[in-house]
């Protein structure tokens, strides 16, 4: 196979066979592949051999070898080989990657030092225990507070993904992880961060999925009032934004958690509706992994619901 067969590849089996993505990856010479699909190579790189298999040095030092040979790589490469650096404990190397990502995002040093820690905590959480992941999602959050995120940046999109990725990985968590305090308020102010930032960097989709996220952390966290809120206004997006119905898979899983929400609250009656309107979506997906997806929802809010009786 060549670079780009291998690439396609690694990416189709990372999640089932993470060793073999990795020894995939592993033959892939960068300088092979067309520059359009460097942004993959480089995520596979720390999400396998860092995340996944927990060799952050061997993440590390893959990163050096190729941004050796290409010193003009986009700014998302310098910030994968900040993270990898930082996690394979080797800071000279992280601070002088996070430097070129500052550069190459045209950012100031501040801002690209503060996203640079959010995707290392992002990429680090899967290996922690449910407090110490909440302590160093407030650590990685605290910044976005200040002063210097109060006005738009280069960088809004990038901080705003991570807090995704980070809200995304939390509302996930064993369900006895939800019941910790730090992690509990680590996961809200990952959501609503993820939803400030996207509303001023983003588009409607963005913001609409945001809000998906808000919905989701909530009805984790038990409050299926907020849930329903979120969902709601999520839903208003798609109707003002999506005549056309383009984003019916978004819709599908909206309706999913407004139906949660409500028969949580008790509505009964609404919450049927909105079930029913969601698994007619959902039939018509056409897709094995999105039905999947939608089926592992629904276990994981009859769970919550055994879990957190109303």
Excluded at 13 to 32: K, N, T, V
Excluded at 92 to 117: H, I, L, W
Excluded at 255 to 277: K, M, N, T
Aim: aromatic letters at 6%; one cysteine or more; hydrophobic letters at 55%.
């Amino acid at each position: 196979m060549d670079a780009a067969a291998l690439l396609t590849e690694a990416d189709a089996c990372h999640d089932a066979d993470p060793a073999r993505a990795a020894g995939l990856i592993e033959r892939i010479d960068p300088m092979a592949l067309d520059p359009s699909r460097w942004p993959l190579l480089g995520f596979l790189l720390v999400h396998v051999q860092g995340e996944k298999l927990g060799d952050w040095q061997r993440a590390h030092r893959s990163l050096q070898a190729w941004l050796a040979r290409a010193a003009d790589a986009p700014a998302l490469l310098w910030r994968h080989a900040a993270v990898a650096a930082t996690l394979a404990g080797a800071p000279e190397a992280a601070g002088s990657a996070t430097s070129r990502y500052a550069m190459a995002a045209g950012a100031d040093a501040a801002r690209a030092t503060e996203v640079v820690a959010l995707a290392a905590t992002a990429f680090g959480l899967s290996a922690r225990p449910a407090g110490e992941a909440g302590a160093r999602v407030h650590a990685a959050l605290a910044p976005l507070a200040g002063v210097a995120w109060r006005d738009a940046g280069a960088l809004d999109a990038a901080a705003a993904a991570q807090c995704n990725n980070i809200g995304s990985h939390l509302v996930d968590r064993p369900l006895a992880d939800l019941a910790v305090p730090a992690l509990r308020t680590a996961l809200t102010a990952s959501a609503v961060q993820a939803e400030r930032l996207w509303q001023r960097a983003g588009t409607w989709v963005n913001h609409e999925r945001a809000l998906y996220l808000r919905a989701l952390a909530a009805s984790a966290l038990g409050d299926a009032a907020a849930a329903l809120a979120h969902a709601q206004q999520a839903l208003a997006l798609l109707d003002a934004n999506d005549p056309g119905g383009a984003e019916r898979v978004d819709r599908a899983f909206l309706q999913l958690e407004a139906g949660f929400a409500l028969q949580r609250l008790g509505r009964g009656a609404e919450a049927a509706a909105r079930h029913a309107q969601a698994d007619e979506i959902a039939a018509g997906f056409g897709d094995t992994e999105l039905t999947q997806w939608f089926a592992d929802r629904m276990a994981r809010n009859a769970a919550l619901a055994g879990a957190q009786p109303d």
